[in-house]
């Protein structure tokens, strides 16, 4: 309601404009420190958008203004602009990286149906209402159907699942990843979390974009937990009620008590909901409840849906409100006013014709999976759009190499890299998803040793042991020449002019550190934001692993600024200079890595908003002790040739850095050359002595006790 019933309803003369863009400066701050309590981010996203984009308020006066004439016109009248029933095409996007996030079909349907009974005030708690406001309680002829053709004109279930890690912390990025033209569909995300104000994890559950801002982020973004009533929004005791709320913000209907921080000088612009100094948090309070704006008899509209109390409590829409909706879904702003037309029911097949079966579109979770020889891995169908009828999968290296049921678990016995295949038929049609090489498999011998460095200099990426996946098949980490922190080549990821999330993985080779104490990691990195405005949830993570990569244990996480190597944003294609890496060392204390036979290390990456990143000079080093047993196991010594008539070789390699002695002697004993040398780990080669005479020769390697005799033959 305007503040004390004055300026008249909906007047927003050049005074109140002034008043408007100030209050956008000023309460950002404090809505910003009161963020600990916040459920809805809706007008801190707008204030964030119009400091980006002044068009965007711009839009909102033109739609006030429309809004203003629109009420006063249905208020003179006495009559709604349309006593028809306007039907929203619905499409709903699903992002999640397997958790619980990805809610199923039924929960989907049991928010769709919850909507339609509070926007028709068909609801059952409805009779709830105190009598004082129920005789001003709206059927508001708003009524939401799922898609039933996609913007191509193809069958869908109004239902798509995207794979994504920025279901976490989620804001408007996730809009990026899927969507579907705002002007035909109303477009709602569901994610696992919501970043706060700070970008970190918080109370938020859902967000709205108001009318008049950018199309490709229209739409609606709800915690999965928060959406419906069932699965897994059972215990949020909010009854489906935060889509309620935000759709109201979508349909241009602001909270309830103005977002004026208790100062009763707000307004939510419509004149039947009275005046309230704040929101009312996770309670159901007893009629009336006043507060310093409203006193008795009736005091504040609690159980408004855009208020702040439990869902459960929530059960009106006003006349004013349904009147506000009405004017949002008149205008042209934002194309709201096409989407209950004729032709876009049609075109989305929500006209009233009766739904058919689509076919299946066959998923599972795409991450690579890793396992030790002997191991078992499991999985789960995660298939969607029409139902399917029969599933058959493929396991090429698993035993059993085909299955049929919903989650099976196959045993992998032989090291090696093995492709996953899933096929699902229903009446409709039928649909394969194969991910060629996502099972790996590794040997229990483990080859690479501490110390341990690479700098990408020589070689293709990725190099032998090594393995990179990006979820999307899209860009990911790869060589370059622009820039390194030593030498002339670093691996990278384009973020500058990539627009694909990730995540973006690259896995090292397996290390034997049984014989390592204190292990260390170090590495060097350069990245940069591209704006210091901008919540950037770029993300790097390193994992380690000792079950073959089965599963992974994060050691070292760096989000955003954190991350960032450079002191300002970097608005252009972001090329380091030497003074722009910086070297991190990765935190392997208290759980250690250390005296493990198989250990492996995972390095991942998730793109929001910020530039490319750049990563040279991964060093694993530690103590080492048994360093002469470990060298005479993985010596490879190997002459040739072998019988010779002139000079031989002798190759060999030292797993660790350390003492190296080389005898030869005749087969009576007699030492007839010997060498000594401490050589770094790696590669080497021995000549041997070209005047030796005809006859068998032993060839001894020592290292400490330990020693590995090769026999040669002298023609």
Known sequence: ????????????????????????????????????????????????????????????????????????????????????????????????????????????QDQIDSLNKDFRRLNADAANTPAAFAAIGADCQIEFRLAQLDENGNCTTGINRVYSPLTYNARNNVKGLIYWPSNKYLNLWIVNSIANTNGGPGSVIGFAQFPGGAAATDGVVIKHDFFGSIGTATSSGGAGRTATHEIGHWLNLRHIWGDDAGLCSGTDFVNDTPNQADWTLSICPTFPLTDGCTGPPNGIMYPNYMDYTNGDCQNIFTVGQSQRMDAALSSPVSGRNNLYTASNLLA?????????????????????????????????????????????????????????????????????????????????????????GMVTVTTTTVGAFSPFSEGFENGNFPFADWSVYNANGGSTWGLTTVAAASGARSIFINNFSNNDKGPDEFLMPAFNLSN????????????????????????????????????WTVR???????????????????????????????????????????????????HDSGNNIYIDNININGTI???????????????????????????????????????????????????????????????????????????????????????????
């Open 516 to 551: 390592v104490t204190g292990t260390q990691m170090t590495f060097d990195v350069a990245y940069a934001i591209t704006s210091a405005t901008s919540t950037n949830t770029d993300k790097l993570t390193v994992y380690y692993s000792t079950n073959c990569g089965k599963t």
């Open 1 to 108: 309601m305007l503040p004390n019933q004055s300026p008249p309803i909906y007047t927003l003369n050049t005074t109140m404009r002034k008043l408007f863009i100030v209050a956008i400066i000023c309460l950002t701050g404090f809505i910003q420190s009161a963020q600990a309590q916040e459920k809805c981010l809706t007008e801190i996203m707008f204030r964030e958008a119009v400091a980006k984009d002044a068009s965007v308020l711009q839009n909102r006066e033109a739609l006030e203004k429309f809004t203003e004439q629109y009420v006063q016109n249905v208020q003179n009248t006495n009559n709604r602009s349309s006593s028809v029933v306007r039907i929203i095409p619905v499409v709903v996007h699903i992002i999640h990286y397997g958790g619980p996030e990805n809610i199923s079909d039924a929960q989907v």
């Open 625 to 715: 002790t048994g360093v002469d047993d470990i060298n005479a196991e993985y010596a490879s010594v190997n002459i040739y040739p072998n019988p010779s008539t002139s000079l031989s070789y002798m190759n060999f390699t030292t797993a660790a850095a350390g003492n190296v002695k080389i005898e030869v002697q005749d087969v009576s004993g007699r030492l007839i050359s010997t060498f000594s040398d401490d050589l770094p780990a790696g590669d080497h080669q021995y000549t041997m002595e070209n005047n030796l005479e005809s006859g068998v020769y032993l060839v001894r390697l020592i290292f400490g006790e330990k020693t590995v005799t090769k026999k040669i033959v002298i023609q």
């Open 556 to 606: 070292l996480t760096k989000t955003g600024t954190a991350l960032a190597t450079t002191a300002n944003p970097v608005t252009i294609n972001f090329v380091p200079t030497a003074s722009q890496w910086v070297n991190i060392p990765v935190n392997l204390a208290p759980v250690t890595v250390s005296t493990q036979p198989n250990v492996r290390f995972k390095f991942e990456f998730t």
């Open 348 to 436: 989305t097949g929500t006209d009233g014709t009766p739904a058919v079966l689509c076919s299946p579109i066959a998923d599972f979770i795409p991450r690579p999976l890793n396992v030790c020889e002997g191991g078992s891995l499991t999985f789960k169908d995660l298939s969607w759009g029409g139902i399917g009828a029969s599933r058959v999968w493929s396991f090429p290296g698993g035993t059993p190499s085909s299955d049929t049921s919903a989650i099976p678990t196959i045993l992998y016995a032989t090291a090696g890299t093995y492709d996953v295949s899933l096929t699902v038929t229903n009446a409709s049609g039928s649909d394969t998803k194969t991910i060629t």
